[in-house]
C-alpha cells in the first residue's frame, strides 16, 4: 500500500497516546465550555456587562478559544486585570485556570503549574473546596505529562483533604488513569470503580462517563479491544442523555481509533466524520486538528494519498493557528508521509527538517528518533548516503537521550509506587484509628452509664481501665514495631533508588568512554591519512594535483583542530561531573581550569593517550599535569587518582 519507510499509522502505541490526549482535552473544555452559549452572544455581553459580570465573559470568549493561544491569553488577561481592578478574588482565579488549561494543553506544563499554584492559592483562600479540588486535578494532569508522577499522586491525594465529593470523584479517576500508565491495571480498574461508585451516589453522570473513558483506556493497554469498545459505547450512551456533544465527539473518536487499529477503514472513517462534525461546529481547535489528521492516517492506509493530502492540510492549518508545537511536529511527520508517496521528494524532507526543529526545541526525543529514522531510510534510499549517515549520528544520539530519560521515568515510576503503597497504607491506618475511636467513645458511654448506676461499681471501672491501659500500651507497642518495619522497607527503597541511579551513572560513563574513543580513533585515522598524502604528494607531478593533496591536507587538519566534538564531549563531562567539579574546586580553590578537567577525565578512567587528544596536549604533557594533580591534592603515593576521585563524593 505504500513504500514502508515511515511507521505505520495503526498501532497500539499510537492509539492510546491519542486516547489519553483527548480525555485530557475533554477534561480541561468540559471546565469552562459547553453548548449553553456561543461567541457572538458573548461578544455582544461584552458591551452590556460590567464589573463581575465583565470578567465571566471575558473568560468564557477566552475558553471558547480553546488552544489558540493569542486569543486565551488576552482574554485572560483581560479578565485577570479587571477582576484585580474590582477585587474579584473568584474571577482572578478562574482566568488563571482557564489560560493554565491552554498551555496544558500546548505542552508547556511548567508554565500551566505555576498558573495553577496562583489559583489555588486563591481558592484556599476563599475557602471554596470545589474549586481548590478541580485545581489540585488540573495539576496532577500536567504533572503526569511531565512524568512526575510522585507529584502528582500527591496532588490527587490532597484532593481528600477537601470535602467535595465531585473532586474526589475526578481524583480517583486520574489517579487510575495514572496507575494505567505507571502500575498494575487491575488497580487501576479499582479506582475508576471508587470513582464511578461515588459519582453515582451523587448523580454525577458525567463523571461516570470520563471513567468509562479510563477504563476504555485500561483495555486498550491489554489488547482486549472488544471490552474498549464496550466502555466507549457506555459513555457515549451517557453523553447523549446529557446532551454533551464534546463527549460524544470523543467516544466517536476514540471508536473510530479502535476500528482504525482493527482495518475497518470505512467503519473508521465515519466515526471521525461524526467527530469532526461536532468539533467543527463547537469550534474546538484541538479536537479538529486530530480528528483532521486520524482521518488522513486512514485514508492513507487505504493507498489515497490525495485525500490525504487535503486533510493533513486541514489539520496543519488549524495546527498553525494554535501555535502548539508538539501537535505542529506531528502533522508535519505525518504531511511528510504523504508528499513522499506521491512521489514530492523535496517538499517531504523540507516537512521533516521543520518537524525535526520544532522536536528539538520540545527536547521531545521520541519525536526526533521517530523523524530522523524516517530521514535515514529516505537518504538512504534516494543513494545519499552521507546525509543518511549524518542523521544516523543524530537517530543514535536521540535514541541514546530517549533511554536516559526513559531510565529517569522508571526511577519516577519507583518512587510513585512507593508513594502509592504509602498513601494506601496511611489511609487503611486512618480507619482502623477511626474504628478505634468509635470503639472507645462506644465504651465510654457504657462507663458513664455504669458509674450514674451506683458507686459499688467504681471497682468495676477501675479494673476496666487497668486492663483498657494495658491494651493500649500494646497498641502503642505494635505501633513502634510497625514504624520500625516501615523504616526498614523505606531504607530498602532508598538503596533501590540510589542503586537504580548509579546504573544511570554507569551508563553514561559508558557513553562517555565511547564518544572519547571515537574521537580519538578518528583522529588517529585523520593523521594517518595525513601521513599517507604527504607520501603521495613527494611522488606525484603537476601543480593541479599536488594543490589538491595540499588543499586535502589543509582539511585534514582544520579536522583535527577543529573542537566541536571535545565541547561536546566536555559538556557531557561537566553535566556528569557537575557535584564533584563543585566539591573540587571549592576544596582545592588552587587547581586551575585544565587540572579540573584533567580530574573530570581521570574519573571516568580515561587512558592517557585519549586524554591527550581529548585535551590537545602531548602524552607526556599530560603525564606533567597528572603530577602537578597530585601535588596540588596531597596524595600521598599507592592511591591513584582514579579511586580517589570517585570516592571524594561518597
Not at 540 to 556: A, C, F, H, W
Request: charged share 25%; with cysteine.
Amino acid at each position: 500500500m505504500n513504500s514502508g519507510i515511515f511507521k505505520s499509522a495503526v498501532g497500539k502505541d499510537l492509539v492510546v497516546g491519542l486516547l489519553i490526549s483527548m480525555l485530557s482535552l475533554s477534561s480541561y473544555i468540559g471546565f469552562s465550555q459547553e453548548d449553553s452559549w456561543n461567541v457572538d452572544s458573548l461578544y455582544h455581553e461584552i458591551n452590556v456587562s460590567t464589573d463581575s459580570a465583565l470578567v465571566d465573559v471575558y473568560t468564557k470568549i477566552a475558553s471558547y478559544y480553546g488552544g489558540i493561544e493569542d486569543s486565551v491569553v488576552l482574554y485572560t488577561d483581560l479578565a485577570y486585570a479587571l477582576a484585580n481592578e474590582i477585587g474579584f478574588e473568584h474571577g482572578k482565579a478562574n482566568s488563571l485556570i482557564i489560560k493554565g488549561g491552554m498551555y496544558h494543553l500546548s505542552g508547556n506544563n511548567d508554565i500551566a503549574l505555576e498558573l495553577y499554584n496562583q489559583a489555588l492559592d486563591i481558592y484556599l483562600k476563599l475557602g471554596n473546596d470545589r474549586l481548590v479540588g478541580e485545581c489540585l486535578n488540573s495539576m496532577g494532569m500536567s504533572l503526569v505529562a511531565e512524568s512526575r508522577y510522585g507529584e502528582a499522586l500527591r496532588a490527587y491525594n490532597r484532593v481528600s483533604e477537601f470535602s467535595d465529593s465531585s473532586q474526589i470523584a475526578k481524583s480517583y479517576k486520574n489517579i487510575g488513569i495514572l496507575i494505567s500508565d505507571t502500575g498494575d491495571p487491575s488497580q487501576a480498574m479499582e479506582y475508576f470503580l471508587k470513582s464511578i461508585d461515588i459519582s453515582k451516589r451523587h448523580n454525577n453522570e458525567r463523571e461516570v462517563a470520563f471513567n468509562y473513558l479510563g477504563m476504555a483506556i485500561v483495555t486498550i493497554t491489554q489488547n482486549d479491544l472488544d471490552r474498549a469498545f464496550e466502555y466507549f459505547n457506555k459513555a457515549r450512551v451517557i453523553y447523549e442523555k446529557l446532551g454533551n456533544r464534546l463527549g460524544i465527539a470523543n467516544c466517536h473518536n476514540n471508536i473510530g481509533l479502535i476500528y482504525l487499529n482493527q482495518g475497518e477503514y470505512n467503519k473508521s472513517i465515519n466515526e471521525y466524520k461524526a467527530s469532526l462534525e461536532i468539533y467543527e461546529r463547537l469550534n474546538i481547535n484541538h479536537g479538529k486538528a486530530v480528528v483532521n489528521m486520524n482521518i488522513g492516517k486512514t485514508l492513507f492506509e487505504l493507498g489515497d494519498y490525495l485525500a490525504a493530502e487535503e486533510y493533513y492540510l486541514k489539520a496543519k492549518g488549524i495546527s498553525d493557528l494554535m501555535n502548539n508545537k508538539n501537535l505542529e511536529s506531528n502533522v508535519l511527520e505525518f504531511g511528510a508521509q504523504v508528499l513522499y508517496e506521491k512521489g514530492e521528494l523535496q517538499a517531504s524532507l523540507s516537512l521533516l527538517e521543520r518537524g525535526l526543529q520544532l522536536a528539538k526545541e520540545l527536547n521531545h526525543w521520541g519525536q526526533m528518533v521517530d523523524i530522523s529514522a524516517d530521514l535515514v531510510e529516505i537518504y538512504r534510499k534516494e543513494g545519499a548516503y552521507k546525509k543518511a549517515l549524518e542523521y544516523k549520528d543524530l537517530f543514535t544520539n536521540s535514541k541514546d537521550s530517549l533511554m536516559s530519560v526513559e531510565e529517569s521515568k522508571e526511577i519516577e515510576r519507583l518512587n510513585f509506587s512507593h508513594d502509592l503503597s504509602n498513601i494506601e497504607n496511611e489511609l487503611a491506618l486512618q480507619k482502623t484509628e477511626v474504628a478505634l475511636l468509635e470503639k472507645e467513645q462506644q465504651n465510654a458511654r457504657l462507663i458513664y452509664g455504669l458509674i450514674i448506676a451506683g458507686s459499688a461499681l467504681l471497682i468495676v471501672f477501675a479494673g476496666f481501665s487497668f486492663f483498657r491501659q494495658r491494651k493500649i500500651n500494646r497498641i502503642q507497642k505494635r505501633a513502634m514495631e510497625s514504624e520500625k518495619a516501615y523504616m526498614k522497607i523505606s531504607l530498602e527503597q532508598e538503596k533501590l533508588k540510589r542503586n537504580q541511579l548509579n546504573e544511570v551513572i554507569v551508563y553514561k560513563n559508558k557513553q562517555l568512554t565511547d564518544l572519547a574513543i571515537h574521537i580519538t580513533e578518528k583522529n588517529d585515522l585523520l593523521e594517518r591519512f595525513k601521513e599517507n598524502i604527504k607520501s603521495v604528494k613527494k611522488s606525484v607531478q603537476g601543480k593541479k594535483v599536488t594543490g589538491l593533496l595540499q588543499d586535502m591536507l589543509v582539511n585534514i587538519s582544520q579536522d583535527i583542530d577543529m573542537n566541536k566534538e571535545r565541547l561536546e564531549f566536555y559538556k557531557e563531562i561537566e553535566d556528569l561531573n557537575q557535584t564533584f567539579l563543585y566539591t573540587m574546586s571549592k576544596k582545592y580553590p588552587a587547581l586551575s581550569d585544565r587540572e579540573l578537567k584533567l580530574a573530570a577525565l581521570l574519573r571516568v578512567n580515561l587512558a592517557t593517550k585519549r586524554i591527550a587528544v581529548l585535551m590537545g596536549l602531548s602524552p607526556i604533557s599530560v603525564d606533567i599535569y597528572r603530577h602537578n594533580l597530585r601535588k596540588k591534592i596531597g596524595l600521598e603515593k599507592g592511591i591513584s587518582l582514579y579511586d580517589f576521585f570517585n570516592k571524594l563524593e561518597d
